[in-house]
Nanobody, 124 residues
Framework: VQLQASGGGLVQPGGSLRLSCSVS????????VAWFRQAPGKEREGVSY????????GYGDSVKGRFAISKDGAKNTVYLQMNSLETEDTAIYYC??????????????????WGQGTLVTVSS
């Protein structure tokens, strides 16, 4: 099971980016895939989650209404569309996968599989 995150970069406040998480080694539909982020000096924070079995999704409070998670089952890829970016969104973004029940999806320790991370910098 491997995950590879991509799409990070430098963007101005108010701008947009789309992150991709390419998954290999298993069928996407049996897993919850999530995006977490970690800023310097801060704890890892849950950003968004999608249950690929039924397309249920969830978001952290700080990104609701600005970020959107989606998937392409044919490509075994999960996306995170990030709009109205703020300087506080600057972090390394990681994608992760788990078979844990939905009630645990916000807990990073419940995810056994992680990608390498992609850096998002929001700055003018």
């Amino acid at each position: 099971v491997q995950l590879q995150a991509s799409g990070g970069g430098l963007v101005q406040p108010g701008g947009s980016l789309r992150l991709s998480c390419s998954v290999s080694g298993y069928t996407l539909k049996y897993y919850v895939v999530a995006w977490f982020r970690q800023a310097p000096g801060k704890e890892r924070e849950g950003v968004s989650y999608i249950n690929n079995a039924d397309d249920t999704s969830g978001y952290g409070d700080s990104v609701k209404g600005r970020f959107a998670i989606s998937k392409d089952g044919a490509k075994n890829t999960v996306y995170l569309q990030m709009n109205s970016l703020e300087t506080e969104d600057t972090a390394i973004y990681y994608c992760a996968a788990t078979k844990a029940p939905w009630r645990y999806v916000r807990i990073a320790s419940r995810y056994p599989y992680w990608g390498q991370g992609t850096l998002v910098t929001v700055s003018s």
